[in-house]
């Protein structure tokens, strides 16, 4: 396969599950808005732009972390790289790019995605961004079943894979490290029932609450970071997400299990072996939030190697809790 055609299929979806996970993001965070008092609204917000990574171009561009700047922002700033409204024209034109290898079910998914988004863009009032949201999620999960469903599960579709997990695992890493770092303005909170709706709405972020109720009947910080970092079988966990994407990179280059033939296979082994062997007890103890920025280099770093390996791109140094770009 083309290197140019693998890095647009895994580009594609990568944006298409990063709008997904912002679109879920700022819904989860309007809903706690109902939950929260009053006086604690205005500081629920810039927790959202630092999962992105992008809170000094946020403060540059727009001051104040208000709720009404925080989603114009995260939703329809088409200057702004990781907005949806971004996230989904940068997929379609991946899409675009190698419409002869993809389905036309696949392309024609992206272009009505497109076409929402940007029509959205125009004339969503505020009453209506809930909606517009479940509509982000949806036509993401469509588009992943429609190429699960259509196209031939060969090193293109295993490279989109790649890119959808790489993402969704980032994400999760990075929706619990604010939560637990900067969400709570005070320890008084701790152990309080507005700690408990944090914890929820956490859950929530990462379409994780009701599977995690079916395994934990109370909510506690340390099952929830373990319910997403080590579960094996929740499709969010950062465990579950590196070893599905290890077993894909395995598949595109034939290199037998355990054993490894390029960088990226070294760092995601070395990532995946490190997280078979731990438990939520060794996490804690060296600090969750030191673990976690240690877990989005990792990824990062793999992201950078399958671009040097793959893609014939060499990769671009940036700061732990920045986001990749693309090429």
């Known amino acids: 396969m083309l290197s140019r055609v693998a890095d647009s299929i895994y580009w594609l979806n990568r944006y298409i599950e990063r709008a997904e996970n912002v679109a879920r993001f700022v819904d989860v965070n309007l809903n706690l808005m109902l939950d929260v008092p009053a006086a604690m609204m205005t500081q629920q917000w810039e927790p959202i732009v630092l999962t992105t990574g992008d809170l000094k171009l946020f403060k540059e561009r727009y001051g104040e972390a208000t709720a009404e700047n925080v989603i114009q922002f995260l939703t329809f700033d088409a200057d702004y790289h990781n907005s ?79 890119g959808r997990l790489l993402e969704r695992a980032d994400k999760t890493a990075r929706i619990l490290d604010v939560k637990y770092f900067y969400l709570l303005p005070s320890a008084q909170w701790v152990g309080t029932p507005l700690d408990q709706i944090q914890w929820i709405s956490l859950l929530r972020s990462a379409s994780a609450y009701e599977m995690y109720r079916k395994c934990e009947h109370r909510i506690t910080p340390s099952s929830v970071a373990e319910f997403l970092i080590l579960n094996r079988q929740f499709p969010r966990s950062i465990y579950f997400c590196l070893w599905r994407v290890q077993r894909s990179l395995h598949e595109i280059t034939s290199t037998p299990r355990g054993d490894w033939f390029n960088g990226s296979e070294r760092t995601l082994g070395q990532a995946c072996a490190q997280l078979g062997y731990l438990t939520i007890e060794d996490i804690i103890e060296t600090g969750l939030h030191e673990f976690l920025d240690r877990m989005q280099i990792q990824i990062n770093t793999i992201g950078n190697k399958l671009g040097t390996n793959f893609f014939g791109i060499e990769p671009i140094l940036v700061a732990s809790k920045q986001l990749q770009t693309s090429s």
């Open 84 to 162: 949806i409204l971004s996230c989904v024209c940068m997929a379609r034109e991946n899409a675009r790019s190698v419409r002869e290898i993809i389905s036309s079910e696949m392309w024609e998914e992206v272009n009505s995605f497109y076409y929402m988004v940007k029509e959205a863009a125009q004339k969503t009032p505020q009453a209506t961004l809930p909606n517009f949201f479940t509509q982000v999620k949806l036509a993401s999960h469509r588009f992943a079943g429609v190429m699960d469903a259509t196209m031939t599960h060969n090193e293109g579709w295993h490279f989109g894979h790649i």
